[in-house]
């Protein structure tokens, strides 16, 4: 099994004291993977099809000083032949740039971008208006043999104050929800590299 956070699938596997906490639902022949507090709004999880959204709310800030606000996070993914074009997720994303401006979407420089020969993962985090909000965007592609699991998580936040520049959106997201997608050859090393865009 490989996460969307990409750590050994034993971890999200619950315990007796925590299964109360960690929902699980079909994903192609995995799972979309739900912890703690979050509400399903909608879902279509076929055995070629995924389109799913979730929310939950979150608390922003220090103890001593809590911002409210929320994540609505909408997945979509398919089952489809492999090809080369379709596992290239920085040409992919490449590609989309001019589309994510004209639609208002503040794309940070940096990029956190990971690969084997049958996983790969890009993760851009950004801004936008109207409303202000912040969102992980993570793609993934996982090859099985002549298959490809295509699949799109993008989390919106948003919240009545700006918590700041330092707080860490992705590891809020990964908190609360995941992806395990079986592939015949799963990593057993997977390195992260942050990559800077041409623009």
């Given amino acids: 099994m490989i996460r969307l956070s990409l750590v050994p699938a034993a971890f999200f596997l619950p315990t007796p004291s925590a299964a109360q906490d960690i929902v699980q639902l079909p994903l192609f022949d995995g799972a979309l993977v739900l912890s703690g507090e979050v509400g399903l709004l909608a879902s279509e999880l076929e055995p070629d099809v995924a389109v799913a959204s979730v929310w939950r709310p979150v608390q922003f800030g220090t103890p001593e000083k809590p911002l409210a606000g929320r994540m609505d996070c909408k997945l979509g993914g398919l089952r489809t032949d492999y090809t080369e074009a379709m596992f290239d997720l920085r040409q992919r994303y490449r590609d989309s740039k001019s589309r994510r401006r004209e639609a208002g979407l503040d794309d940070d420089r ?19 208006n109207g409303p202000h909000r912040h969102y992980v965007l993570t793609y993934l592609a996982l090859r099985d043999g002549d298959t490809l699991y295509d699949l799109r998580l993008n989390c919106e936040f948003r ?41």
């Fill in 159 to 199: 919240h009545l104050q700006d918590p700041g520049s330092n707080t860490d959106y992705a590891a809020i997201m990964h908190r609360y929800i995941d992806i395990a997608v079986p592939v015949a050859a799963a990593p057993t090393a997977f390195t992260a590299t942050t990559e800077q865009s041409d623009s």
């Fill in 110 to 128: 940096k990029t956190e971008f990971e690969a084997t020969d049958e996983v790969a993962r890009l993760q851009v985090t950004g801004n936008a």
